[in-house]
């Protein structure tokens, strides 16, 4: 019988929400799965299947020893201080980890290929966030850039190093330009997740306010599971190349307010406040995507509607706000 080498994959911000799909993904697809946490990361414990190592995207000096050890054939760099509105009382910190964390990746990848001959596939979590003050709609490959946050700025950096990384030395680099993707295991700080979260507690009786900032903008919102899938069929491409990844459809806060809230038959507008604290310098005021690239070539599509992400968020926060009831 032909012997089959496992694939190896190596993940960055595998703490996080994009982290857990795609681990799960590559896991079920027989991958032997790796992850990067920071010595500071909440805990995820040792999952099964996952093996876990320290390192920083802020430090990297031991990114080429990791990659020595493992021998990754694909390494998805998730990794990065993705807050937005944080990212603008914490700019040098976001470009050091979002922009230059990228260029530590793909230089120590460029030295590995070198020392070993091996080739090392590498995947860029470039954003919607990047369009920024959006110069065409709907967004695509094409669209020029023009970020609106510190975060923005630093994911162009990163976008940019990527490609020169591949027309320079020939790297199998690809960016995935993904538009806003949710899931229940969305950070609590993200507007979607934030409303589901408290739309079940406020029903509960575990909360009766909720405070935000801009009600107005528009995002074209996904669901995680089916934005990791994109993800790996990029690094399955003969050729490494970039692509926007998004349902095509934006929807304002207003309307996701709606969605959650209507579940309990509640009107959120007795609930939410304004808080200036949750505005950000510049904002972004809609992004709505232009996929076709990533249909036509990678066969992706979207499988998850507005209202069925909505519904799935708003379940599975029900259920954690009647876990905190009982309690
Ligand atoms: P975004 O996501 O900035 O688009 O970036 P976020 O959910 O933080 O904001 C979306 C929109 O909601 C408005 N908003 C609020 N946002 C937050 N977080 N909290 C609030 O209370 C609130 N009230 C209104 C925001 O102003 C904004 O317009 C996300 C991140 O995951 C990035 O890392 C990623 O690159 C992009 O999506 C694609």
Same mark, same amino acid.
């Given at each position: 019988?032909?012997?089959?080498? #496992?694939?190896v994959?190596f993940? +960055?911000?595998? %703490?996080?929400?994009?982290?857990? =799909? ?12 790796h992850?990067l ?16 190592h320290?390192g920083?995207?802020?430090?990297g000096g031991n990114f080429g020893l990791l990659l020595d050890k493992i021998n990754p054939d694909e390494v998805?760099n ?19 980890? +979002?922009?230059?964390?990228?260029l530590r990746w793909l230089e120590a990848i460029r030295q590995h290929q070198i020392r070993t001959g091996r080739t090392v596939k590498f =995947?860029?979590?470039?954003?919607? /966030?990047?369009?920024?003050? $959006? ?13 609106? %946050? ?11 190093? +990527?490609?020169?990384y591949?027309? *320079?030395y020939g790297l199998f680099a ?8 949710? %899931? ?33 903008? #528009? ?9 990791? /899938? ?8 003969? #050729? ?19 969605? +959650? ?7 959120? %507008?007795?609930?939410? @406040? ?8 510049? @904002? ?19 499988? $998850? *509607?507005? &209202? ?5 968020? $708003? ?6 706000? #009647? &876990?905190?009831?009982? &309690?």
């Amino acid at each position: 019988m032909a012997e089959t080498t #496992q694939r190896v994959a190596f993940i +960055t911000g595998i %703490s996080g929400q994009d982290g857990y =799909y795609l681990s799960q993904l590559l896991i079920g697809k027989g991958y032997d799965v790796h992850g990067l946490i920071p010595c500071n990361a909440p805990g995820i414990g040792e999952p099964p299947g996952l093996n876990l190592h320290y390192g920083d995207l802020a430090d990297g000096g031991n990114f080429g020893l990791l990659l020595d050890k493992i021998n990754p054939d694909e390494v998805y760099n998730l990794a990065a201080q993705s807050h937005v509105r944080l990212s603008f009382d914490l700019p040098i910190y976001t470009a050091d980890v +979002t922009g230059v964390g990228v260029l530590r990746w793909l230089e120590a990848i460029r030295q590995h290929q070198i020392r070993t001959g091996r080739t090392v596939k590498f =995947y860029q979590a470039s954003s919607s /966030e990047m369009f920024g003050k $959006v110069k065409a709609s709907p967004q695509n490959e094409e669209t020029p850039f023009h970020p609106r %946050s510190p975060y923005g700025c630093a994911k162009v950096f990163g976008y940019w190093q +990527t490609i020169n990384y591949r027309e *320079s030395y020939g790297l199998f680099a690809c960016n995935g330009i993904l538009f806003n993707h949710e %899931s229940p295991k969305r950070g609590e700080g993200f507007v979607t997740r934030k409303i589901t979260r408290a739309a079940a507690r406020i029903k509960l009786g575990l909360q009766d306010k909720l405070s935000l900032g801009n009600l107005d903008s #528009q995002r074209d919102w996904g669901f995680a599971g089916d934005y990791v /899938e994109a993800m790996w069929r990029m690094m399955q491409q003969a #050729q490494p190349d970039d692509y926007v990844v998004a349902t095509g459809e934006t929807h304002t806060i207003r309307e996701f307010l709606d969605a +959650t809230f209507q579940r309990f038959g509640l009107d959120w %507008s007795q609930y939410v @406040e304004q808080d200036p604290r949750f505005l950000r310098p510049a @904002e972004v005021d809609v992004l709505c995507g232009d996929a076709s690239k990533a249909r036509r070539v990678l066969g992706w599509e979207p499988k $998850v *509607s507005f &209202r069925e992400l909505a519904q799935m968020m $708003v379940e599975a926060d029900l259920e954690l706000a #009647q &876990r905190e009831v009982s &309690r």
